[in-house]
C-alpha cells in the first residue's frame, strides 16, 4: 500500500499539467486509472489490482507520444522498461524492482548492473 500511495504522489507532483483522473473498475480488485490533463489527453494509464500497480502502465507527452512503458507485477517494476526522451530510447531490465540491465539505443552500449 505504502508504494502505491508513493507512486500516485510522485506522479501528482511530477505532472503540473495533470487536471484529473479516471478509475474504471475491471472486476473485484483490478481497476484501470488513467491521468488526463487539462484537455482531456492521457498522461498516464495503468491497473492497480489488489491495491498495487500491476500490469502494464504508460506515460505520454501532452501530444500522446508515448514517453515510458512497462509492467509491474504485484507493485514491483519488472521485464523491460523502455524510456523515451527525444530520439533516445533507454531500455532497463527490472527484477524485483532493481535494474539489472540497462541500454541506451542512442548509443548502443550494455550496462550490466551488479548484484549483491
Known sequence: MKYLITFLFLISASINAQESKVLNKIDKNTFELIYL???????????????MLHGEWSSYDGNGKKLVSGTYEKG???????????????EVDYENNLPIKVVNWDNPVVTIAEKD
Open 37 to 51: 490533463d487539462n484537455s482531456g489527453n492521457i498522461l498516464q494509464k495503468g491497473f492497480i489490482k489488489n491495491k
Open 76 to 90: 514491483k517494476k519488472v521485464g523491460k522498461w523502455f524510456f523515451r526522451n527525444y530520439n533516445k530510447i533507454t
